[in-house]
């Protein structure tokens, strides 16, 4: 049923928790399953460090949220305003927002 639905798709959020190692080691396979699915050797995706606010329980850092970014050819979307026409590439096929958190992206959307 998964793979019907990715078939569709335009775009994809792969969010994971920073509390949960296990939902980090995940995004791999989930990139993977996408581009197997779409037939294609990128397509656009944003990665989404969820949870931020609970410090307490972290269990990834953001240095490797941004080395998991880096392995996947990423954009950082809390890039400066004066590199923003590199944040333009955000949503093209093959970049990435690492560490992205939904109140940045809600944020992001307001007029």
């Known amino acids: 049923m998964r793979e019907q639905y990715m078939r569709t798709g ?3 959020l ?4 920073v509390t949960d190692k ?3 080691e995940h995004v791999d396979r989930f990139h993977q399953l996408i581009l197997r699915v779409k037939d294609r050797e990128s397509f656009p995706m944003i990665l989404v460090a969820n949870k931020v606010d609970l410090m307490h ?7 490797q949220g941004k080395e998991m970014a880096t392995k ?3 954009t950082d979307s809390r890039k400066k305003p004066e590199e923003e026409e590199e944040n333009q590439m955000a ?14 992206i809600v944020t992001g959307l307001r007029p």
């Open 10 to 12: 335009d775009g994809f």
């Open 14 to 17: 792969i969010v994971y928790s």
């Open 22 to 24: 296990a939902s980090f």
């Open 57 to 63: 329980l972290r269990k990834i850092t953001r240095e």
């Open 72 to 74: 996947h050819n990423a």
């Open 91 to 104: 949503g093209r096929p093959g970049h990435w927002h690492p560490q992205t958190t939904v109140c940045d």
